[in-house]
């Protein structure tokens, strides 16, 4: 089993930015891709940006030249930075694997707003 801590949303003016920061437990972290996700009440959880294991990135469009992700696999962590952040990137985000598991945390929201 997974366990997937997510930290470092909040409230933020549009063209702000933000650092969220996803612990995972057990040893399957090196071994995996990664990926944040994020959802808005009424939609489905969408993958924005995710990790190959030897840290190669990839990115949604609607995120792509703002969101950069990063892991530290000594840390078992996985991190997005979110730079000109816009009102329709507010959502609860999530980690996970990717694949995504059944195993997710308790996310963490971002809520971009003047």
């Known amino acids: 089993q997974v366990q997937l801590v997510e930290s470092g949303g909040g409230l933020v003016q549009p063209g702000g930015s933000l650092r969220l920061s996803c612990a995972a437990s057990g040893s399957i972290f090196a071994i995996n891709a990664m990926g944040w996700y994020r959802q808005v009440p009424g939609n489905q959880r969408e993958l924005v940006a995710w990790?190959?294991?030897?840290?190669?990135?990839n990115y949604a469009d609607s995120v792509k030249g703002r969101f950069t992700i990063s892991r530290d696999n000594a840390k078992n962590t996985v991190y997005l930075q979110m730079n000109s952040l816009k009102p329709e990137d507010t959502a609860v985000y999530y980690c996970n694997l990717v694949p995504r598991t059944p195993y997710w945390g308790q996310g963490t929201q971002v809520t971009v707003s003047s």
């Open positions: 990790i190959t294991s030897v840290g190669r990135p």
